[in-house]
């Protein structure tokens, strides 16, 4: 028995297995498998827009085809959202922003009792 468990991770490194003839697949079903990228690339004009429209490792595919996107469908797939870093950097930095929250938090006197070992000990009048 082989462990299939991380098989995602590494898609283009998947090939059908013995016996599986990509002539006998269903490209509705093929069209939505994360693992099948590598094949629907090579295959476009027999993918179905709907189900890969919701595939989430097709977003690449899909942007390079919004005529073709079923965008009900798009509107499901998680990966269309991103991490805006520089808005999350902006938001943490700027006025009464988290690291200023965090920062009033954790260093509040009622706190110097959790600074032992921060490189405070002079503060507090621990002697080693």
């Known amino acids: 028995m082989s462990d299939d468990s991380n098989i995602n991770i590494y898609p ?11 002539d006998k697949v269903d490209w509705k079903w093929l069209s939505s498998n994360p693992n099948a990228i590598h094949i ?6 027999k993918v179905n827009w709907s189900w890969l429209s919701d595939n989430p490792n097709a977003i690449h595919i899909l942007e390079k085809n ?3 996107i079923n965008w ?6 998680l990966n269309i959202f991103k991490y805006d870093y520089k808005e999350i950097k902006n938001a943490l930095y700027n006025e ?6 965090l920062m009033m938090n954790r260093f509040h006197p009622s706190n110097m009792s ?3 070992g ?6 507090m009048g621990i002697e080693q």
């Open 66 to 68: 919004l005529d073709k």
């Open 118 to 123: 921060w490189g405070f000990d002079d503060i």
């Open 12 to 22: 283009r490194f998947l090939k059908l297995r013995k016996r599986i003839s990509i």
């Open 96 to 101: 009464n922003g988290f690291v200023e929250e």
């Open 72 to 77: 009900k469908w798009l509107s499901m797939n």
């Open 40 to 45: 629907l690339e090579k295959n476009l004009d």
């Open 114 to 116: 959790k600074w032992y």
